[in-house]
C-alpha cells in the first residue's frame, strides 16, 4: 500500500512509550470534577445543585445553543459543590463535583436501534443527547458537525486514527482493541452526514492498528483503510483532505466545504459505545506518559484529576520539569495538577528538565519555519509583525490560516516562540473583527 502524505510538516521522535501497552480500566477516584464547559461553543448550566444525589449517566448540565453538549454524571454520587474549579485549558471553569458513593448505580439506558434503522436526523439527536464532542482535543460537538449547512453534499467521512502526536496512544489502542465500536459509531456518523464511503486513515508507524481495521472493515465495501505517511501534523483535517482526496480546504473553509467530515477514531469508538450501551460520554480514554514511572493508557471517568493519574502511572520519575494536558505539540501546560480529565484530554504528559527550552536569541534567517510550515505561512514574518504591533500586516500574510502546530517552533534553531506570538496575533485579528462585525 503506497503511503499518502502533504507538503511540509516535521519528524520529531516519537516517543510512544505505550503503544503497547493495552488499555486498563482504573478504579474510580472518590471525587470527580465535572465542568460544565468542556466543548467548543455555549458553556452549560447545571441542573443540579449542592447536595443532590446523581445517577452515573445523569444529565447534570446543558444549555439551548446551537453549538454546545451536554454534561453528564461520569460516578454516582452526591453533589458536594457547584463552583468554578481549575480546568486544562488553563482557566477556571464551573464545575459540578460529585463525591463517589462507591456504587455503580447507574441511569436505566439500553441500547439504540441500529443507525441503519435510524433518520440522520435522530441519530444526530442521540448524539447530541449522549454529549459527544470530538475527542482529539478540538471538542467540537459531534451532533453539529454532522448536520453541516442545508444544500451542503458530504461524498466521504474520514476517520481520523493518524494520531501524529509524540507520546499519544490512545486512538492507536483503540484501533487494536475495539475495531467494532469504532465501525458501530462510524456507520452512525456515516448516515447522519449523509456520506456514501468513509476512509479510515492511519499513520504508516501503527500496522497493528492497519491490520486490526482492515480485518474489521472486510465485507464493508464503502469503507477503505488507508496508510498515510509518519509526518507531524499529518492528522491535521485539512492535510489529511489534501493527502488522501487531493482537494484543499480553502482559506477560512471548512472541511464540508470540500465536501468532507473528518472525526478522529476515538470519537467514532465513543459514538459506537453510546449506541450499543445507550451511556453518554463519561469515561475516556487517557495516555499517561513521559517522566513517570509506569506510563499507561488509562480508560478513566471524566473529571477525574491529573493528580489521580500520575500517581496510577507510578508516580513522577524525577523531578517533573512541567505537565502538559495532550501531547508535546500541540498540548496546554498545566499550573495545578488538580484539573479534571475533561472530554478533549487525550494525554497528560509529564516532561522532565532534560525537555527544557533555552532561552531564544536573535532570528537567524534561516527559513526553516518557513520550509516546516505545512500551511505555507511564513512564520518568522508574523512573529515579527506581532510584536512590533502591525497586526494588520500579519493578518495580510493569513495568520488565521495558522493551524498552531507547532513545527515552526520545533525547527528554529532560535528557539525563538514562532507559534506563541502567532496565536496572539490570532487572538487579536478575531477580536478586531468581532468588534467591527455589524
Ligand atoms: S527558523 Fe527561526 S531563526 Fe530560522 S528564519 Fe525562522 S524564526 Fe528565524
Ligand atoms: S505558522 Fe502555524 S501552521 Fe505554520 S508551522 Fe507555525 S504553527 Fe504550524
Redesign the pocket.
Known sequence: MKARTFP?GIHPAYRKLTAQSPIRDLTPPPQVVIPLHQHTGAPCQPLVQKGDTVLKGQKIGDVEAAVAAPVHASLPGRVVAVEPRPHPAGRDVPAVVVEWDGSDAAVDVGPYPDPDDLEPARIAEIIREGGLVGLGGAAFPTAVKVRPPAGTVIDTYILNGAECEPFLTTDHRIMVEDPQSILLGLRALMKAAGAPRAIVAIEDNKPDAVEAMTAATRGMPEVSVEVVHTKY?QGSEKHLIKALLGREVPSGGLPFHVGVIVSNVGTAAAVGELFATGMPLIRRVVTVTGKVRAPANLRVPIGTPFSYLVEAAGGFDGEPYKVVAGGPMMGVAQYTLDVPVVKGTSGVLVLGPGDRIPESTACVRCGR?VE????R?L?LY?EAYYRAGMIDRAETLHAM?????????WVCPARRP??QA?RLAKMEIAARRRKAAP
Open positions: 511540509g501534523p519555519c516546516s510550515c505545512p500551511m505561512l512564520p508574523l490560516d495558522c493551524i498552531e502546530c507547532g513545527c515552526c517552533s514562532l507559534v502567532i
